[in-house]
């Protein structure tokens, strides 16, 4: 068999099982180890233990368990509904106010759990009941939700920005950095169209009546709510940006700062603790399977030769560097409809990031593409994550259908706000080169 015969039997066999619902870890791992066993026979089976034996190399996975934790406090002990309710009383006066607020809060959620899935959830909890009352529209509710989740991938600690600075040999701090300013980019963007639309179509976000709207005392007293996020990501991100800790002491802080936070809000009980302990460890070992069914599956490609193979056929098609870039980007919005992004990024990086260091190319900047474009992928129709994850928590006269149609401008605006970075890398670079050069 040719590489060519061996990439559609590896790629289009993991792509069927996947189709069967099996879990992606096994798939990768078990299809990796099935493939091999035709090629080599009995040889391959010392290539099972590799995943498990370069896992412990990486050290920086220890912030995983840390930063999932921090955020799984403050979610199980409703320090979020807190937040929300700050930025509805701020924002109330403001047409699409409550959408606003909602996107504002998804995305602080999302930045201080490092997890998308946690803030859609949360917010599809707490948002949607007050913004259904408010006789907001199905898709601009459901819309909001998510794209101010998915902004999670972005705004620093992203877990998937930890897995992408281990695997591309980046500093974490560097590309934390780098994910803030878009992110913050990405945010404006989705209130100014909340903005402009809901100015536009009034019906879609009726305002808050003027005599319900909270006074600048309530104001300025719901402002205590915000005290403890803000404290945690300044611990956190404040100590890693200037340098003062390692990543993985940061997260350390950031774990202890959760614990007395809720402990300060005399919320810290048996069953937040548990709950929080338990879902860690959860997420956890699903990012530890993936990441050695990866490696391993990795190995295995690396074997045959096609990394080689690969990097040398795309360095030799007719393109600009510019064009390359694009072509990649398209890779990972194909490949996002279908597998987890976690998956695609241990299949794709140790190809990818070879031939974006060849093109001159920055690999925080390529991360930060490859961050959107999986934000792109949660809100992608049919398999978009986020969108099944909204369904699990919306109403019945929601439809699927409407929560489709509630993403494409949210798609649409994020596809802007990948153009715009791709051409101006200095978006991504100006405050890691700030910070760390």
């Not at 369904?391 to 409407?402: F, L, N």
Request: net charge neutral; hydrophobic share 55%.
């Amino acid at each position: 068999m040719n590489i060519i015969e061996i990439s559609i039997l590896l790629f289009g066999g993991m792509l069927l099982i996947l189709l069967t619902g099996l879990p992606i870890t096994f798939t990768l791992g078990g299809w990796c180890m099935v493939v091999g066993l035709l090629l080599y026979g009995p040889r391959v089976f010392p290539l099972a233990l590799y995943g498990t034996d370069s896992i412990m190399g990486y050290e920086s996975l220890m912030c995983v368990p840390m930063f999932v934790f921090m955020g799984m406090m403050l979610y199980y002990s409703h320090i979020a509904d807190d937040v929300y309710d700050t930025f509805h009383k701020w924002l109330a006066p403001v047409p699409g106010g409550l959408a606003c607020a909602t996107v504002g809060t998804s995305t602080l959620i999302a930045a201080i759990e490092g997890s998308e899935t946690t803030a859609t959830l949360c917010m599809g909890t707490i948002a949607l009941p007050l913004m259904r009352k408010r006789g907001y529209s199905k898709t601009l509710i459901t819309g909001c939700i998510q794209a101010g989740a998915a902004l999670g991938f972005l705004i620093p600690p992203s877990i998937i920005a930890i897995l992408y600075a281990i695997i591309a040999r980046e500093s974490i701090g560097r590309l934390f950095a780098g994910g803030v300013v878009p992110g913050l980019l990405l945010f404006v963007l989705f209130v100014i169209y909340i903005i402009i639309r809901s100015k536009l179509q009034p019906h879609i976000a009726p305002p808050v009546p003027k005599e319900e709207r909270p006074s600048m005392q309530e104001k300025i007293k719901s402002l205590s709510h915000l005290i403890m996020p803000a404290a945690i990501i300044i611990a956190v991100m404040g100590t890693i940006l200037l340098r003062i800790v390692t990543p993985v002491e940061a997260s350390a802080i950031g774990a202890s700062a959760s614990i007395l936070a809720v402990m300060t809000k005399r919320r810290l009980s048996r069953q937040v603790i548990t709950e929080a302990l338990m879902t860690t460890l959860k997420l956890t070992s699903m990012v530890m399977w993936i990441f050695m069914s990866a490696l391993t599956f990795g190995r295995l490609y690396n074997l045959l030769g096609a990394k080689q193979i690969i990097e040398a056929v795309v360095l030799g098609l007719p393109l600009e560097p510019l064009g390359i870039i694009l072509l990649i980007q398209l890779s990972f919005f194909v490949l996002g409809t279908c597998l987890d992004d976690t998956a695609i990024l241990f299949i794709t990086m140790p190809i990818y990031i070879p031939i974006i260091q060849e093109l001159g190319f920055d690999p925080v900047w390529f991360g930060v593409l490859y961050l959107v474009n999986m934000q792109m992928a949660y809100l992608t129709p049919p398999f978009g994550y986020c969108l099944f994850l909204m369904r699990s928590v919306a109403p019945p006269d929601i439809t699927m259908g409407d929560i489709y149609r509630s993403i494409i401008p949210f798609l649409i605006i994020q596809g802007i706000g990948l153009l715009i970075i791709m051409f101006y890398p200095q978006i991504v670079l100006w405050l890691p080169n700030l910070l760390f050069d």
